[in-house]
């Protein structure tokens, strides 16, 4: 199993920036590749970014491109979402999921909220 626990969300001003962090833990040396979705009060829950965890292979959905950049730190077993230019439709609770090689995401964390006030 791998435990995935996600944190920085929080309340910002359209415009701004905050960085959400994902801790995972268990058996990550079985993670292929981690991904940030993101789920809006009465919306499908959509895939936002994604990368390997050896790194590389970055992909964005389209709404994101050019504001949000996700990284991953292999020391800390952390991944990150930066996410500059926020919208007022950013606001969703925001999950961090992991997958293994060949694999649908099955590992998934409880979501941290993000809100942006127009």
């Known amino acids: 199993q791998v435990q995935l626990v996600e944190s920085g969300g929080g309340l910002v001003q359209a415009g701004g920036s905050l960085r959400l962090s994902c801790a995972a833990s268990?058996?990550?040396?079985?993670?292929?590749?981690m991904g940030w979705f993101r789920q809006a009060p009465g919306k499908e829950r959509e895939f936002v970014a994604g990368?390997?965890?050896?790194?590389?292979?970055?992909t964005y959905a389209d709404s994101v491109k050019g504001r949000f950049t996700i990284s991953r730190d292999n020391v800390k077993n952390t991944v990150y979402l930066q996410m500059n230019s926020l919208k007022f439709e950013d606001t969703a609770v925001y999950i961090c999921?992991?997958?293994?090689?060949?694999?649908?995401?099955?590992?998934w964390g409880q979501g941290t909220q993000v809100t942006v006030d127009s």
């Open positions: 999921a992991a997958r293994r090689h060949s694999a649908p995401y099955d590992y």
């Open positions: 268990g058996r990550t040396f079985s993670v292929y590749r």
């Open positions: 990368i390997n965890w050896s790194g590389g292979a970055a």
